[in-house]
């Protein structure tokens, strides 16, 4: 059975043992082993949202729903993470800064698809872009190392691939227009 509670207090003690995301891996892959039980208390992805569920400085867990077929482009975190699917998929582009770029720009450097039960980590320094593939809602645990929401990082523009500043407010309306398509169908 899956207890929100126990899985908070799990995270901080893996990462007060550990900082880096080798313990909270683990934790997070016990939780994501038993979909079934995190849906009974997570409840069915039903709209894309980013749901917070435990947030300090050193610790952010979120319940990210990707909308069906909803892609975030390249971004960094500033830190380490952690991402379980407990329903549904999550594709990754992994990316790697042009040597010498001065624009900063980025290229496609490998992939990863994330299937229910996957827990994978992400190093501090991986830049990256993520999409749901299918047709219905992909829910997944994400737990980062650090204060998500506080973080100075980037995000590369989706044709050029230069980087720019991150903005947080225009990730987050990328949610409610995955919300507005799903409502038109």
Same mark, same amino acid.
């Given at each position: 059975?899956? $207890? ?5 207090? /799990?995270?901080?003690? @893996?990462? #007060? ?7 909270? +891996? /683990? %934790? &997070? #892959?016990?939780?994501?082993?038993? *979909? @079934? ?10 709209? @894309? ?6 947030? !300090?400085? $050193? ?5 990210? &729903? ?17 991402? =379980?699917?407990?329903?549904? +998929?999550? $594709? ?5 800064? %042009?040597?010498? /770029? *001065?624009? =900063? ?19 501090? $320094?991986?830049?990256?872009?993520? !999409? ?12 980062? =190392?650090?204060?998500?929401?506080? #973080?100075?990082?980037?995000?590369? /523009? ?28």
């Amino acid at each position: 059975m899956f $207890d929100l509670d126990e899985f908070i207090a /799990d995270c901080r003690s @893996a990462l #007060a043992a550990d900082t880096s995301h080798k313990l909270v +891996r /683990d %934790v &997070v #892959a016990r939780a994501v082993s038993n *979909p @079934a039980a995190m849906l009974k208390v997570l409840g069915a992805p039903t709209r @894309a949202e980013i749901q917070r569920l435990y947030h !300090t400085n $050193d610790l952010t867990i979120l319940n990210v &729903v990707w909308g069906p077929r909803m892609t975030l482009m390249p971004h960094n975190h500033q830190m380490w993470a952690v991402i =379980g699917i407990y329903s549904g +998929r999550e $594709d990754n582009i992994f990316w790697r800064r %042009v040597p010498g /770029d *001065p624009k =900063g720009r980025v290229e496609a450097a490998g992939a990863r698809a994330l299937c229910e039960k996957d827990a994978e980590p992400l190093g501090r $320094d991986i830049i990256h872009s993520v !999409t749901n593939p299918i047709s219905r809602f992909t829910g997944a645990l994400h737990v980062y =190392g650090g204060n998500f929401f506080g #973080a100075e990082r980037s995000e590369w /523009d989706p044709e050029t691939l230069r980087e720019q500043r991150y903005d947080m407010e225009k990730a987050l309306r990328l949610f409610e227009e995955a919300n507005v398509s799903c409502a038109a169908k």
